[in-house]
């Protein structure tokens, strides 16, 4: 009797399996779809606003699967009357061109009905910050950047106004859509809905109604935790450009849907005061699942808290399933998942999996890659400073010459050869340690003059933040071969320092030597081959460092296009954290290696640019340690940030960091 209770059973789950496919297939999975619904504006005054087809995947859905409906007028005097506006459209297996794709199969009759359309600058949840998302462009002139923005933050772009919020009626109305046919297309499955909601008036969303016609019933969607918006400041109350995904729609089986949006409003003051808009920009229409908010990619290091979540619309039951390196980690099975305390034996790529009976989709995925890259390069310019920690730069383009000598039979051995015809440079990342107060610059050069007699100054050694005259400080070499130091603080430069002899354009080996005071207490000096110039002395006001500390570029500067490149030869590149004596600079002139206690870097070239190792890493508060073995004594690096490059016959072969202070991140604030 016991066996026969079990053969039983074991006939009845094969039954349940063998009814559950052919459910499956009676519902048609094999045509299970997806089809995105873009209403797009017609900004007929400035048509770089108007939109453009979706050419990239957007919210998880292809571009060949999003319908870009006829653009929709704005409502401004050069429109096609004032709004409100109807327009209807129908797509179907034939539809392909002006911005439709041909469906999978049936026909779709879409009508919609809106006060006007226009643009809005919200860009979407893959961006945060303050301000908020946008292009960053003027909204009160400009276009957007070059290329046109694409994807998801070009569907936010545009959107079917209410008739409240900044509409040129002022009519109240919300939005309407009608879509009949639904049937033709998902022939044998239920579907669901997600919204698309932009705006540029808003505080908040108002909700959304998804209607069945054929069954008169109604379903309400929101918008969950929009980010916060950029007020304007124009109104009493809170108005900003802003948008979001709306919740997901339960299953509806009709060929007739009508989406709507509730009553728009707005009034009160700052505080108190409220702004509701109600319009839409996309309707994504699915029975399989589509991942419309995937996990987004931050930034996590070693002990961090960090939670994904992703959200996904499809005919419900969705079953989620987190993955690691593409298997499944157990008991992730959440639109949310938590790495706590995290450690290298994290570090891999995470997506997120979604299900259905109609098909899956897989997320964008994210990566958590807490440890030192070490590639390999071959430009690598070795710091001989003795003492303290080496500053190595990165040779782009220019060449070693293994001697020179010039005219007056001066020859220096090991030099570096910047030349026009491939503007070359050498950089060095930029440390705190290059930021006292006080210092000398010194270095060796050789040239004939500027490539271009008529043009600017060329750059010598650049030390900006920013484009054009921004912190820090420079040494050109002008036209009449005249050396010049200008230093300044933000837009503008507040002194400069220029050598009346001529250290460079005739062609023959000078010593160069400019000291400085950030205070203005001590006069700044330049020093032509080992002796003060005689107009080369001036106070230069007070000025300070920028933050980041930037790199140091020689021959090429990145902060400006104005300069020219140096054409020309350059040796023993030298920088002290105190102002030199004279004495001091005579015997470094005689080839001394002064005070090599307050010697940062020195770049005497006596090499060619040879291998080395670029250590990088990602956790910008972490400290660089390094030890002759694995297992240490480890010591900190002083000043060392990443990239920092290290010649692989260094002395310290093993590295590693630590101090990062462990941080509890959010990486999408905007859940459902």
Avoid at 141 to 147: A, E, F, K, S
Avoid at 252 to 278: C, E, P, R, W
Avoid at 664 to 672: D, E, G, S
Wanted: glycine residues 10%; hydrophobic residues 35%.
């Amino acid at each position: 009797m016991k066996r026969s209770r079990i053969s039983s059973s074991n006939n009845r789950t094969r039954k349940v399996a063998c009814t559950v496919s052919a459910a499956a297939l009676m519902l048609g999975v094999s045509q299970a779809t997806t089809v995105g619904l873009f209403f797009r504006c017609n900004y007929c005054c400035c048509s770089c606003y108007s939109g453009v087809p979706v050419s990239i995947t957007a919210f998880g859905v292809p571009a060949s699967a999003w319908e870009n409906l006829t653009p929709m007028d704005t409502g401004y005097s050069c429109s096609s009357g004032t709004g409100p506006y109807t327009l209807s459209q129908v797509v179907d297996t034939t539809t392909s061109t002006n911005g439709l794709n041909p469906l999978p199969s049936g026909s779709l009759s879409i009508g919609w009905s809106a006060d006007t359309a226009n643009f809005s600058g919200f860009a979407g949840y893959g961006y945060s910050g303050a301000p908020p998302p946008s292009y960053g462009y003027s909204f009160t002139g400009g276009c957007p950047p070059n290329p046109y923005p694409t994807g998801e933050m070009e569907v936010y772009a545009n959107f079917l106004r209410d008739g409240v919020n900044f509409a040129p009626q002022q009519t109240g109305n919300s939005y309407s859509i009608d879509i009949t046919g639904l049937k033709t297309l998902f022939t044998n499955t239920p579907f669901a809905v997600q919204l698309v909601a932009s705006s540029d008036s808003m505080q908040y969303l108002t909700n959304a109604f998804i209607i069945d016609a054929t069954a008169n019933t109604t379903q309400s969607v929101v918008y969950p935790s929009t980010p916060p918006v950029h007020d304007q400041g124009d109104t009493t109350w809170i108005r900003g450009h802003g948008g979001g995904l709306s919740t997901a729609s339960g299953p509806l089986n009709t060929t007739h849907l009508k989406i709507m949006g509730n009553q728009a409003a707005h009034g009160g003051d700052k505080v108190t005061g409220y702004n509701f808009a109600s319009t839409i920009s996309a309707a994504i229409i699915t029975d399989k699942p589509v991942v419309t908010m995937p996990p987004q990619q931050v930034l996590v290091c070693g002990g961090d808290n960090v939670t994904w979540s992703g959200y996904a619309v499809g005919v419900p039951p969705l079953a989620y399933q987190w993955r690691k390196n593409g298997v499944a980690i157990a008991g992730a099975t959440t639109t949310f998942y938590n790495l706590t305390h995290v450690t290298l034996a994290n570090v891999g790529t995470y997506d997120l999996l979604v299900t259905n009976l109609y098909g899956s989709a897989v997320s964008a995925s994210v990566v958590v890659g807490d440890k030192i890259s070490t590639p390999l390069i071959g430009n690598l310019v070795l710091d001989s400073n003795p003492k303290g920690p080496q500053h190595n730069g990165l040779n782009n383009g220019a060449t070693w010459l293994a001697s020179s000598t010039d005219s007056g039979s001066v020859t220096r051995t090991g030099v570096m050869n910047f030349s026009t015809n491939a503007p070359s440079q050498i950089t060095v990342v930029g440390e705190t340690n290059f930021n006292s107060p006080t210092g000398t610059i010194m270095f060796w050069m050789r040239s004939s003059g500027v490539p271009d007699p008529l043009g600017n100054p060329a750059t010598l050694f650049d030390r900006l933040s920013g484009t054009g005259s921004g912190s820090g400080l420079v040494v050109v070499q002008n036209t009449d071969g005249t050396v010049t130091l200008q230093v300044g603080s933000g837009a503008n430069f507040v002194g400069t320092l220029r050598s009346v002899a001529t250290p460079g354009g005739d062609n023959r080996w000078h010593q160069v030597a400019v000291v400085y005071d950030q205070s203005g207490n001590t006069p700044c000096i330049f020093y032509v081959d080992g002796q003060p110039d005689s107009g080369g002395t001036a106070s230069i006001g007070p000025w300070s460092w920028p933050s980041p500390s930037p790199e140091l570029e020689l021959g090429l500067s990145h902060d400006t296009n104005s300069w020219q490149a140096y054409n020309g030869l350059m040796d023993d590149v030298r920088f002290y954290n105190r102002v030199l004596t004279s004495t001091e600079i005579t015997s470094a002139y005689s080839g001394a290696l002064v005070d090599t206690n307050a010697l940062v870097m020195q770049l005497n070239f006596t090499a060619a640019p040879g291998s080395g190792i670029s250590l990088t890493w990602q956790c910008p508060d972490a400290i660089l340690q390094s030890a002759s073995s694995v297992n240490g004594p480890y010591t900190d690096v002083p000043g060392a940030v990443s990239p920092y490059s290290v010649s692989v016959q260094s002395a310290a072969t093993f590295y590693r960091y630590r101090g990062h202070t462990p941080l509890v991140i959010i990486a999408n604030p905007y859940l459902m």
